[in-house]
């Protein structure tokens, strides 16, 4: 089946950008969506169809997809984007969404 | 707005049932998929399952088809999961989901608070 990998850990400074990653074989002939989930909290959709935002999101979000990577770029972050992040891609075998495994976002 | 409300923790034994809901508000709930997603303590997100409650037309993950029953009410807005005999390793945090999207890529664009399910004998 298929599978959906991140880095378990990114380090960023206040201020700096950060890039999220989520590899798959050809994930750029996929649409990914990314979610945000913060300590006991649920997760929040920041980016859909590869590269849009809802509603609420801060520009700040972005995403692209393209090849076998696609990236959540955070720019100018903040000490609030500290947070799990989770890619999400449609499995063709099962016809349901894949969770890439998260990506703890640490503001240093 | 679009609201989720879920129904609130609970605390069972294992091979007892439960059913636990999850009440929407701010949209037309016959027009939207609606799903569950289970977070097991400290690991990720894994879809359950949707239902479609116009014509309660349901679709389950594999590993959780024949595991859990999806259902829906449209009279009281209220999607539910339940389970007939619940393990120890249903324990998890469990998410009401609002689909959105297309069936060719689909993800959940409202989240419930989440209801938490713990089994221990």
């Known amino acids: 089946s298929y599978v959906l990998t991140q880095p378990p850990s990114v380090s960023v400074a206040p201020g700096k950008t950060a890039s999220i990653t989520c590899g798959g074989t050809n994930i750029a002939s996929k649409t990914v969506h990314w979610y945000q989930q913060k300590p006991g909290q649920a997760p929040v959709l920041v980016i859909f169809f590869d590269s849009d935002r809802p509603s609420g999101i801060p520009e700040r979000f972005s995403g692209s997809n393209s090849g076998n990577t696609a990236t959540l770029t955070i720019s100018r972050v903040e000490a609030g984007d500290a947070a799990d992040y989770y890619c999400q891609v449609l499995d063709d075998n099962t016809d349901f969404p894949l969770f890439g495994g998260g990506t703890t976002l640490t503001v240093l | 707005e679009v609201q989720v409300v879920q129904s609130g923790a609970e605390v069972k034994k294992p091979g007892e049932s439960l059913k636990i809901s999850c009440k929407v508000s701010?949209?037309?709930?016959?027009?939207?998929?609606i799903g569950w997603v289970r977070q097991m303590p400290g690991k990720g997100l894994e879809w359950m399952g949707i239902i479609y409650p116009d014509d309660s037309d349901t679709k389950y993950s594999p590993p959780f088809q024949g595991q859990v029953t999806i259902s829906a009410d449209k009279s009281v807005n209220t999607a539910y999961l339940q389970w007939s005999s619940l393990k120890a390793s249903d324990s998890a945090m469990y998410y009401c989901?609002?689909?959105?999207?297309?069936?060719?890529?689909?993800?959940?664009?409202?989240w419930g608070q989440g209801t938490l399910v713990n089994v221990s004998s």
């Open positions: 701010g949209y037309s709930f016959t027009s939207y998929w």
């Open positions: 989901v609002r689909r959105a999207g297309y069936s060719s890529g689909w993800y959940g664009d409202h």
